[in-house]
């Protein structure tokens, strides 16, 4: 399997692919193979070839935040006081624990070093989990919070080079 930082060339029915599946990742083999214009067994060949490229890293559904009783997204902005491997890790072994944290990415040019966006059900509840988790995670030394008033774009199909 190739890393997620290597580069895989695609294909024009790759690339077809790929964009089908990021819309639509119910739609058959049957209906993916004629729109790109494939027999079935070809197409599926070519779908589990990419799965274990690693370009296509799994199948999920969209939920609606709100319909689930989370009224409420967060952005922190998390500062660490050591910039070590050790307490990274420890971090993020934690956040990846929380439910409630739905993304966790290591930044730069920032004076932050994680961005995490959260979902929680209403300001009561991002109180208990900044005062009772994220603050108490061992290295955090400081957390800036901003709070989602509207998403404009979401999982938005990312076009295939």
């Known amino acids: 399997m190739k890393s997620s930082s290597e580069h895989v060339e695609l294909d024009r029915f790759d ?71 050790e307490r990274f890790e420890h971090f993020e072994a934690r956040v990846a624990a929380l439910p409630e944290v739905q993304e966790c990415l290591l930044i730069t040019g920032q004076e932050a070093d994680y961005q995490l966006r959260i979902a929680v059900t209403d300001m009561d509840d991002y109180q208990r989990l900044l005062l009772e988790h994220i603050t108490r995670i061992e290295g955090v030394s400081g957390v800036h919070s901003s709070f989602v008033l509207r998403r404009v774009l979401h999982d938005r199909v990312l076009p295939p080079r």
């Open 15 to 85: 690339r077809q692919i790929v964009e089908l599946l990021q819309a639509d990742g119910r739609i058959s083999n049957q209906a993916l193979a004629e729109a790109v214009n494939l027999s079935p067994s070809p197409c599926l060949r070519r779908v589990r070839a990419l799965e274990e490229a690693g370009v296509i890293t799994g199948y999920h559904a969209r939920v609606n935040d709100r319909a689930l009783g989370y009224g409420l997204t967060a952005l922190l902005l998390i500062s660490m006081d050591k910039h070590t491997p």
